[in-house]
């Protein structure tokens, strides 16, 4: 088992920055990748940024340039630094992580943490 637990959001103007983090623990030593989704109200969860085991990081294309994920694997943690937020950017961000068992892959999803940007 994973677990998950997310902090850092919160309600900022447009224009503003926060930095989500996602903290890990249990059975970390086989997660192959961690990412950050969001999910507006109304809409589908999507994917905004991760990264996996090796390093490499990819990100949607609405925050290309804004938002950065990365990690403290000392801290077993994952952040997602949001600058210039835009209205737009207004959801539940969800840190989700995939871990190798055995012939599977499972995965795990934080709680959320609920960032509003005012316009």
């Known amino acids: 088992q994973v677990q998950l637990v997310e902090s850092g959001g919160g309600l900022v103007q447009a224009g503003g920055s926060l930095r989500l983090s996602c903290a890990a623990s249990?059975?970390?030593?086989?997660?192959?990748?961690m990412a950050w989704y969001r999910q507006a109200p109304g809409k589908q969860r999507e994917l905004v940024a991760s990264?996996?085991?090796?390093?490499?990081?990819d990100y949607a294309n609405s925050v290309k340039g804004r938002f950065t994920i990365s990690r403290d694997i000392p801290k077993n943690t994952v952040y997602l630094q949001m600058n210039s937020l835009k209205p737009e950017d207004t959801a539940v961000y969800y840190c989700?992580?995939?871990?190798?068992?055995?012939?599977?892959?499972?995965?795990?999803w934080g709680q959320g943490t609920q960032v509003t940007v005012s316009s």
């Open positions: 990264i996996i085991s090796g390093g490499s990081t």
């Open positions: 989700m992580c995939r871990r190798s068992y055995y012939n599977s892959v499972l995965v795990y």
């Open positions: 249990g059975s970390i030593s086989s997660i192959n990748s």
